[in-house]
């Protein structure tokens, strides 16, 4: 059973930065395509970056250039660094895999950008 367990979100303000994580159990985060999506207040959950198990890596354009996706396969765990924040990049931040038909999701994090 796969388990994802992000953390790292918390209160900043406009312009700085955050380091999100996503634990992985289960699995081995290398052999997995790790995306990251987020849910504001109020709106659809959005899909925000995506690494794949060669270590490419795609972004949404609200966030390409101020995040960056990256694993650290010594600890198992997939990261966003988050830069130049933004209010309205505020939003409960989750990680996902899809493993054959099945999408796991961790229970997400809160950022919450001030400005």
């Known amino acids: 059973q796969v388990q994802l367990v992000e953390s790292g979100g918390g209160l900043v303000q406009a312009g700085g930065s955050l380091r999100l994580s996503c634990a992985v159990s289960?699995?081995?985060?290398?052999?997995?395509?790790i995306d990251w999506y987020r849910q504001a207040p109020g709106n659809e959950r959005e899909w925000v970056a995506m690494?794949?198990?060669?270590?490419?890596?795609i972004y949404a354009g609200s966030v390409k250039g101020r995040f960056t996706i990256s694993r650290d396969d010594a600890k198992n765990t997939a990261i966003l660094e988050m830069n130049n924040l933004k209010t309205e990049d505020t939003a409960v931040y989750y990680c996902?895999?899809?493993?054959?038909?099945?999408?796991?999701w961790g229970q997400g994090t809160l950022v919450t950008v001030s400005s």
């Open positions: 289960g699995s081995t985060v290398g052999t997995l395509v």
């Open positions: 996902s895999s899809k493993i054959r038909d099945y999408r796991y």
């Open positions: 690494i794949s198990t060669g270590a490419s890596t």
